[in-house]
């Protein structure tokens, strides 16, 4: 589970929009949307690079000083949203 890595899915039809340290991901051929705050932000700029999970969870550990089972739990939830939403693929 350590080596998981996911990337954002490149689609024309999935526009991604951020200002504010916040955003939106929108998929206009379904009409369906998922806003997101900083956090997320940082989780989706590092799944366009390709980052893995555990890269992620320490890079957000390090700048809240939170609790890294329940930060890996919510990156793993938001992950899990945006996979049912289309928005990413899981990649070896």
């Given at each position: 589970?350590?080596?998981e ?17 916040s955003g939106?991901?929108?998929?206009t ?29 320490t ?8 609790n ?25």
């Open positions: 589970m350590a080596d890595k996911w990337k954002l899915k490149q689609q024309i039809h999935i526009e991604y929009d951020s200002h504010d340290g939106i991901l929108i998929d051929r379904e009409a369906s949307f998922c806003s997101y705050n900083p956090t997320a932000k940082h989780v989706l700029e590092a799944l366009q690079k390709g980052v893995k999970l555990d890269e992620i969870v890079e957000i550990q390090k700048h809240y000083h939170a890294k089972t329940v930060i890996r739990q919510d990156v793993l939830n938001f992950i899990q949203q945006l996979d049912e939403m289309g928005y990413i693929n899981e990649v070896a």
